[in-house]
C-alpha cells in the first residue's frame, strides 16, 4: 500500500530540471502511474493507463508517468506517451520507494500536502477504478470506466523495488 512521501523526495522529469515533489503540489494534486519499463506486466498497461491520464490531463492535477528507467529508457519505454504527460525517470526507484510501492503498475493520487490520497497496485481494475472514482469525486470530474473491452485481464504485477 502506498505511503505518503517525503516533500523532498526529487523527481526526474525527462526534459527539465529534477526538482522536491513538494514544488510539484503547489496548485495540483499529482497522479502518477508507476511502471518497470523492463517487465510485460508494465507494457500491458501502457493504453490503459495512457486512457486514465488523458481523462484527467484537463483536470485540476497533474498526470505523468513514473517509470523505474533513466530519461532514455522511459522515452523507449513509453514511445509518444512520454512527451505527452509529464514523465518522471527514476532509475534508482528512489520516488517509487518513497511512495512506498510494493508492486507495478501502480496508480498514485497525491494531495497538494503530500499525502496519498489514494492508490491502487498491479493490475487490478476493480481498485484502479476506485482510485480515479475518488480523483473524480475530489476534482469535480467523470471517471473512465475500468476494465474497457481491449483492457488486460487482472494480474498482481510485479515487485516495484525490482
Not at 481523462?55 to 505527452?84: H, I, K, M, N, Y
Not at 517509487?96 to 498514485?108: E, F, N, Q, S, Y
Request: net charge negative; aromatic share 8%.
Amino acid at each position: 500500500m502506498a505511503s505518503s512521501p517525503p516533500l523532498d523526495t526529487v523527481l526526474r522529469p525527462i526534459n527539465a530540471t529534477p526538482r522536491p515533489l513538494a514544488q510539484y503540489l503547489t496548485t495540483f494534486h499529482l497522479v502518477v502511474v508507476a511502471l518497470d519499463p523492463f517487465t510485460n506486466e508494465s507494457a500491458w498497461i501502457l493504453d490503459t493507463a495512457g486512457r486514465v491520464l488523458t481523462v484527467f490531463s484537463q483536470a485540476d492535477c497533474r498526470v505523468g508517468w513514473l517509470v523505474a528507467g533513466t530519461a532514455e529508457e522511459c522515452r523507449e519505454f513509453l514511445g509518444p506517451w512520454a512527451t505527452r504527460f509529464l514523465t518522471f525517470a527514476d532509475p534508482d526507484r528512489d520516488a517509487i520507494k518513497a511512495l512506498g510501492l510494493d508492486r507495478v503498475p501502480a496508480i498514485v493520487h497525491l494531495a497538494m500536502d503530500g499525502s496519498v490520497v489514494s492508490s491502487a497496485e498491479g493490475w487490478q481494475p476493480a481498485a484502479w477504478q476506485a482510485v480515479v472514482d475518488e480523483l473524480a469525486r475530489v476534482l469535480s470530474w467523470k471517471a473512465p470506466r475500468l476494465p474497457a473491452a481491449q483492457d488486460p485481464a487482472p494480474y498482481e504485477g510485479t515487485p516495484a523495488l525490482g
